[in-house]
Structure formats: C-alpha cells, structure tokens
C-alpha cells in the first residue's frame, strides 16, 4: 500500500554529518506525521524526531540541537540532517510515516531502515 524508501546513511567521524531522506509513495491521501526513529545494536527502538504536517516537530533529548528534520509535503519526502554526530549515534535509522490512504484508512508504514555509523 504504502513504501517508504531511506537513503543517506554511512559510516563517518565523530563530529561529522550525515543527512538521510526518506520517499513515500504508493496509496496516499496524505501524511499526517513523518518521522526517524533509530535502534542500536541490543537495544530498543526509539524516537529521533518526528514532524507533523502542519510543520511542528518533536525532538529526543539526544537529537536536540544536532539534528534537525524537515518536510516537503508536495515529494511526501523527510529528511535529517544530523551534524556533531557521536559514536552513540551509531545505529539503524528508520524512517516512519502515518497515513492516511487513497481508501481513507490510516497505515503506519516502516523504512527499512538504514545504517549510521559513527566513529571515535
């Protein structure tokens, strides 16, 4: 119904950036919310930031100040641009969307997922 495609993530020093985007397509009316969510090896999966359609976002603690997200509502495309990047930034990064389909039923739809790596 509903894809969402990451692209963006590597490996990269510490202090380093990176900036990940991510396309949705396929059955959408619109998208109410978009957003990174991320999970390190061993651990549960966690929110980065997320964005709603009007614009207002909702950053992690550890995301504040560093990284910031944006939206083109017209692409239903996200992006992340992470600068100061820290080895505890290394994870998978997915990409995470909520929509509202062409059948007016609400999808949430997953990346998935790409790799950061951050270096010391």
């Known amino acids: 119904q509903v894809q969402l495609v990451e692209s963006g993530g590597g490996l990269v020093q510490a202090g380093g950036s990176l900036r990940l985007s991510c396309a949705a397509s396929?059955?959408?009316?619109?998208?109410?919310?978009m957003g990174w969510y991320r999970q390190a090896p061993g651990k549960q999966r966690e929110l980065v930031v997320t964005?709603?359609?009007?614009?207002?976002?909702n950053y992690a603690d550890s995301a504040k100040g560093r990284f910031t997200i944006s939206r083109d509502n017209a692409k239903n495309t996200v992006y992340l641009q992470m600068n100061s990047l820290k080895p505890e930034d290394t994870a998978a990064y997915y990409c995470?969307?909520?929509?509202?389909?062409?059948?007016?039923?609400?999808?949430?739809?997953w990346g998935q997922g790409t790799q950061v790596t951050v270096s010391s």
């Open positions: 995470y969307a909520e929509v509202i389909t062409t059948a007016r039923s609400q999808f949430i739809a």
């Open positions: 396929g059955s959408i009316f619109s998208i109410k919310r």
């Open positions: 964005i709603i359609s009007g614009g207002s976002t």
